[in-house]
């Protein structure tokens, strides 16, 4: 899921403050599983966001929405009667559904409530870490399930650097090397043969570095 | 026993201070509650297991908010009291009190936009 | 473009090197440089120029090396992946081996966290095995990583570092193999004072004849003070000093720590001398410079060839 966490409160307030009539979005989809963007959440931050406003003596009226997600178009058509009655849209949803919005409604300002942080798993309950970084050419099958771009912190494919000291990365002792697991998983499949050959430079093209990427599937075009 | 408590707590009866969420604590404040504090069974003597535990973090992450918000974290507290320590509640009652009388009315009754 | 650097012709005449680190200045100041230099000079193979070691920003590793080399010092070019990409590495190996400079020692380079940068954005485009690889193709296949020809290529020796005393062990010297594999022709080892482990690990080495086809060069600091001997085995990533030399820092009066520290190094070294398969040693005397000529006079290392 997109893992994302809530802006600082004051920064919120700060964006807010040229509006008067304001309307929490919420949506139902990763931001709801991560607890930071869903119903719940956004009920909280509206709440705040009223006594905040009513102590700095600000008329200010909030509303509150979550819609099923914010990255399809469908489910924006909901706002279609009711979004232009609003100064601004909050949007708690990742840095796609806030961009989404905002290019339906082009006529409101679409705020975003949340940083998107990451791709990631709920490692327990109110943890989570990343897993991915939609390199667009996976290579989980040469490490071992175990994502070197993303869980090592320096990404390297021949690792573990000079950095790795007791399964731990460098940069946290409580971080565990990507290298580290990925050598014991070698060691657990005798696998160490594939650990001596060399992966050559990644090519980059299909990550970010090649430029927005798009999916186009014209089967399923309407 | 006839023990007596500060006639200005209302009281919220729920099966277990796990069922309070964070919105209940902040509805209370947006209506005008001076404080909310929440009272746990003891530690380790929970019904549901946790859920006063559970409770607790909630409380402390309540502060936080509130805080930012404005309204002050020391609004917000959470006790853990035995339901045969009816003195010990109503003393609580009293500490608790006497707090939020000394830190005056929420913030958002003294203000009307 | 094919001489030889004064580090690779002393290595291929058999001899044991002596190398030292010069770290470059937080500013425009090469008279510092040449004042290290001066220092150095004479007294060790060759000098190691850090490339913003620890994501400090300082002068870069290719502009020192450069005003070393014109002062007669074989300089060793750091290169660290974190900085720049493939596009700048390449662009970087070229300039380099245009001004003359010889040897490139290839890193991975700390993560900026370490600096004085930390909202930096790094780079790790490749990591040092693939650099280690991708100069060797330069040099030896003339062909940039692209696979484009590169008319004329660049005439390198070609570094890298290992630690030897971080566990697992095995790994290290697996890791070694890799970067020989991939063209490492010398290796420069962190600070070298746990020497039962280092002992082990180039034991595994020989196992796998790493040392036959690439030449090791162990590192080794001088203790200063006990508090420096503290921070290091506490603070620097990767660092693993015994409790045993600590004791001896701290087992003598204070005004003679830093003695004390000078012996256990030349100690150091005369054990390492005798370890089959080092070929030399790197003495990284960190903001203490001027005492490399003394360990390397004591060690019996003067002169040099």
Redo the contacts between chains.
């Keep these: 899921m997109i893992v994302a966490d809530r802006k600082p409160f004051d920064e919120i307030i700060k964006m807010l403050a040229p509006y008067s009539n304001i309307l929490v979005l919420g949506c139902n989809e990763c931001v709801t599983v991560c607890a930071v963007g869903g119903a719940k959440e956004v009920a909280i931050l509206a709440s705040q966001i009223r006594m905040r406003r009513m102590t700095d003596g600000v008329k200010t009226k909030v509303d509150e929405k979550t819609l099923e997600r914010q990255c399809d178009t469908e489910y924006l058509e909901e706002l279609k009667d009711v979004i232009g009655s609003y100064d601004a849209v909050l949007s708690l949803a990742c840095g796609c559904g806030v961009q989404f919005l905002g290019e339906r409604y082009i006529d409101t300002p679409v705020l975003p409530g949340v940083n998107t942080t990451f791709m990631g798993v709920t490692e327990k309950q109110g943890f989570w870490t990343e897993r991915c970084q939609g390199c667009g050419n996976c290579v989980l099958d040469r490490t071992m399930g175990i994502c070197p771009v993303t869980r090592c912190?320096?990404?390297?494919?021949?690792?573990?650097?000079?950095?790795?000291?007791?399964g731990k990365c460098?940069?946290d002792k409580d971080l565990p090397c990507a290298w580290h697991l990925i050598?014991e998983r070698y060691k657990e499949r005798g696998r160490?043969d594939a650990?001596?050959e060399?992966?050559?430079?990644k090519d980059?093209s299909t990550a970010r570095d090649g430029g927005p990427r798009k999916r186009h599937r014209e089967d399923m075009e309407i | 026993m006839r023990i007596s408590y500060p006639t200005s707590i209302k009281i919220i009866k729920v099966p277990c201070t796990g069922r309070v969420d964070i919105i209940h604590i902040l509805k209370a404040f947006e209506a005008g509650a001076d404080g909310v504090y929440l009272v746990g069974c003891l530690e380790g003597d929970c019904h549901y297991l946790n859920g006063n535990i559970r409770a607790g973090k909630r409380v402390k992450y309540i502060k936080k908010l509130l805080e930012e918000t404005g309204i002050g974290s020391d609004r917000v507290s959470m006790y853990n009291v035995s339901s045969a320590e009816g003195m010990k509640f109503a003393e609580i009652a009293r500490e608790f009190t006497e707090k939020i009388k000394a830190l005056g009315p929420n913030p958002l009754k003294l203000i009307r936009v | 473009m094919s001489t030889q650097g004064n580090l690779e012709r002393v290595l291929r005449s058999g001899g044991f090197v002596v190398t030292a680190e010069c770290g470059p200045p937080r500013g425009v100041a090469p008279d510092m440089i040449r004042k290290k230099g001066e220092m150095l000079k004479g007294y060790v193979d060759a000098v190691n120029v850090t490339d913003n070691q620890t994501a400090v920003v300082r002068m870069s590793s290719l502009a020192s090396s450069v005003i070393l080399k014109d002062m007669g010092i074989d300089p060793v070019m750091q290169m660290v992946?974190?900085d720049r990409n493939?596009i700048a590495i390449q662009s970087d190996v070229l300039g380099a081996a245009a001004l003359g400079i010889k040897n490139i020692l290839c890193?991975?380079?700390?993560?900026q966290?370490?600096g004085d940068h930390k909202g930096a954005k790094?780079v790790?485009?490749?990591?040092?095995?693939?650099l280690i690889?991708?100069i060797k193709g330069m040099r030896d296949d003339g062909r940039f990583?692209s696979g484009e020809e590169v008319k004329p290529g660049p005439s390198i020796f070609i570094g890298c570092?290992?630690?030897p005393c971080?566990?697992p062990l095995e790994?290290r010297a697996?890791?070694l193999?890799?970067k020989t594999?991939?063209g490492a022709q010398f290796c420069q080892t962190?600070c070298v004072f746990n020497l039962g482990s280092f002992e082990r690990w180039m034991e595994m080495v020989r196992q796998l004849h790493l040392h036959e086809k690439v030449s090791i060069i162990a590192g080794v600091t001088p203790l200063r003070s006990v508090g420096m001997a503290n921070y290091m085995k506490k603070n620097v990533?990767?660092m693993d000093v015994p409790d045993e030399l600590i004791d001896r820092l701290k087992g003598v009066p204070k005004e003679k720590t830093s003695e004390e520290g000078i012996r256990i190094c030349v100690e150091t070294i005369e054990r390492l001398m005798g370890i089959e398969g080092v070929r030399g040693i790197h003495i990284m005397a960190i903001g203490w410079e001027d005492v490399v000529p003394e360990i390397v006079k004591l060690a019996g290392l003067y002169p040099r060839p």
Aim: aromatic share 10%; hydrophobic share 40%; glycine share 10%.
């Design positions: 912190a320096k990404s390297i494919f021949n690792g573990p650097c000079g950095g790795s000291w007791g460098e940069i050598i160490m650990f001596m060399i992966i050559p430079p980059w | 992946c974190r493939r890193l991975s380079g700390d993560h966290r370490f790094n790790f485009d490749i990591d040092s095995v693939q690889q991708c990583l570092v290992e630690n971080i566990e790994i697996m890791r193999a890799k594999s991939a962190q990533p990767g």
